[in-house]
């Protein structure tokens, strides 16, 4: 009687942390940033340098996501990442006097993504939900390395922002007092091209980035 009474009680106090139409969600979470990077050769005045590519790496960051329920499983929520700083290498350029892996660009990123979610068990102690969404990358503080710059007289950067598609799938586990314990996957579409002046003339690079993005932290329910 006494084990039918705990569960009993821990059923109630799952279905009293339940979201429903009308509340806010927040979510607060480590995150590390791992791009699927591919890019395209490096272009110089339109002519490919075969063999040549940049590559794209991993960093770590916060993000904060606030959500509005429209209905008892549907939310929209908006992710502001709190930007990230990331490397970029280059890859077959030894022949000009660049080793392989040598960063020449370093950028912040910063990508706001708004998705439409579906909270799959909305009364449930584990809430397990999935979104579609859309991106917006704005990349700021673009520097070339100094490498870049002594051995390509790189100068006059520019990377152009982003449109694309996200998804993700998180899961909520209810804590207390309307907390609860957040784990989330994200897929973010984002590409750009970089341009830049060197001493053969205007180079340029298509990159996909296409990060995974996986986060840890923490929900609130308003």
């Known amino acids: 009687m006494k084990k039918l009474l705990t569960i009993v009680l821990l059923l109630v106090g799952a279905q009293a942390l339940a979201v429903e139409k009308g509340d806010w969600l ?9 791009p699927n990077d591919d890019s395209s ?3 110089v005045e339109g002519a490919e340098l075969q063999g040549t590519a940049v590559s794209v790496d991993d960093n770590y960051s916060l993000d904060i996501s606030i ?4 209905s008892d499983n549907w939310a929209i929520e908006l992710l502001a990442d709190l930007s ?12 000009l006097g660049v080793p392989d892996g040598t960063d020449v660009v370093d950028t912040n990123v910063l990508p706001p993504t708004i ?11 584990v809430r397990p939900y999935f979104g579609l969404g859309a991106n917006y990358t704005h ?15 790189a100068d006059n950067l520019d990377l152009d922002n982003s449109f694309g598609w996200a998804a993700q799938f998180g899961i909520d586990w209810e804590l207390s007092n309307n907390w609860s314990f957040n ?3 994200k897929y973010i579409d984002i590409n ?14 298509d990159v996909d980035i296409n990060p995974t993005v996986i986060g840890i932290g923490f929900g609130k329910i308003f």
């Open 41 to 43: 050769a490096v272009r």
């Open 183 to 185: 784990v989330d996957i």
């Open 84 to 95: 990230s700083k990331h490397s970029v290498s280059a890859h077959g350029l030894a022949a």
């Open 67 to 70: 959500g509005y329920m429209i």
């Open 192 to 205: 750009t091209e970089a341009t830049f002046d060197t001493a053969l003339g205007r180079a340029a690079v």
């Open 26 to 34: 927040l979510h607060m979470r480590a995150i590390n940033i791992n």
């Open 115 to 125: 998705f439409l979610q579906y909270q799959f068990r909305p009364t449930a102690q």
């Open 139 to 153: 990349f700021f503080n673009d520097d070339l390395s100094p490498a870049a710059q002594q051995v390509l007289a």
